[in-house]
């Protein structure tokens, strides 16, 4: 078996493109950074009180160890092990917004399926293809009608075991942007696959970030998305491909992406699928939703209601950008990708 490619401290499947030599001396930004659900969150602050990076972070830290499945005191495993009871209110909001979002994706988001994830094991060193039978019985408690909200009450019905691992970098990038309005700042908060710009470039300009190539490494992107923000506004930016967490085995790769339908990695025409929200919890969940549904009129639907839009990359090396983000999206000189051209009406 093939070990998962590594990731690098400062990879992330979005880079933000730092063109700010036009910038006044004094938007040098302050610096934060540490690791947090397992990924590295950094946070650069243009002005405002030196200590708000810090701060940032440690909302992060404290959102992991109310919902984090690896910490055996956290408010989701307390839940897991009891089977019912009365989680912190954040705790209790986040999963009951992400059970509802689950549903109205048709369980392409189910954060009910914890236990299948925890027998391939990609959060660890050594990755496994699962037992046939020990996946069939780790389906069968999954479920969104598994978790019972009663007042603060939640009940987990069937064994379920929640995960919030699809929505807790969005979750917690949602927190930052709170943190940030409430100064007069601008910033860039990364956080793995999820980025947030926030405010007004200094120096004046677009935001610029780079979408990681599928087929490059940590630090290569193949287009970019420019956002012009006014003071205040944010813009949440999240990409899940098949190519961050993979391991082969038998000749076959596997990687992280799992259908809830069936238990094994999704198998369609994509590689990756880049969310772009005023929302960080929508668009860490829906890259992730997006990427199980594969294209289509319920993934047009959700882009619709939920998102400022969406690029689709494929195997084939054609994309699709929808019409949200078609002023924002630029292909680079050199990519290996053809923008695909709009099926033609039967």
Not at 280 to 295: I, K, M, Y
Request: some cysteine.
């Amino acid at each position: 078996m093939t070990k998962p490619r590594p990731v690098a401290a400062a990879c992330a499947a979005l880079i933000l493109l730092f063109s700010l030599s036009a910038c006044r001396k004094n938007a040098a930004p302050t610096e934060s950074d540490g690791f947090v659900m397992g990924s590295f969150f950094s946070v650069k602050v243009y002005g405002g009180d030196e200590g708000l990076g810090r701060e940032i972070l440690t909302d992060a830290g404290r959102l992991e160890s109310l919902i984090s499945v690896t910490r055996t005191d956290s408010d989701i495993s307390r839940l897991i092990e009891n089977g019912t009871g009365t989680p912190d209110k954040e705790t209790a909001a986040l999963l009951r917004r992400s059970v509802d979002l689950g549903k109205d994706t048709c369980g392409a988001l189910d954060v009910t399926l914890g236990a299948v994830p925890a027998l391939w094991g990609f959060s660890g060193e050594e990755p496994r293809l699962p037992a046939e039978a020990d996946l069939k019985a780790a389906l069968a408690t999954a479920g969104l009608d598994n978790v019972v909200f009663s007042g603060d009450t939640v009940t987990l019905k069937n064994g379920a075991k929640p995960d919030l691992g699809a929505v807790g970098k969005g979750a917690a990038l949602d927190a930052a942007a709170a943190a940030l309005k409430s100064q007069k700042v601008s910033a860039v908060v990364s956080f793995g696959g999820s980025v947030l710009v926030f405010g007004q470039k200094p120096g004046g300009g677009p935001w610029t970030v780079g979408v990681r190539d599928p087929k490059g490494d940590e630090a290569s992107y193949f287009a970019t998305l420019s956002f012009a923000l006014q003071a205040d506004e944010a813009v949440f930016v999240s990409t899940s491909g098949s190519y961050e967490k993979t391991f082969t085995e038998n000749g076959k790769t596997y990687h992280h992406i799992l259908d809830p339908k069936t238990g094994y990695p999704v198998e369609n025409d994509l590689v990756s699928v880049t969310a772009v929200a005023s929302d960080g919890f929508l668009s860490d969940a829906l890259s992730t939703a997006l990427f199980v549904l594969g294209p289509g009129d319920r993934a047009d639907a959700l882009c619709k209601k939920y998102l400022t839009g969406a690029v689709f990359v494929y195997k084939d090396g054609t994309v699709s950008v929808t019409d949200g983000l078609a002023d924002a999206f630029s292909l680079t000189e050199d990519a290996p990708y053809r923008l695909r051209q709009p099926e033609a009406a039967a």
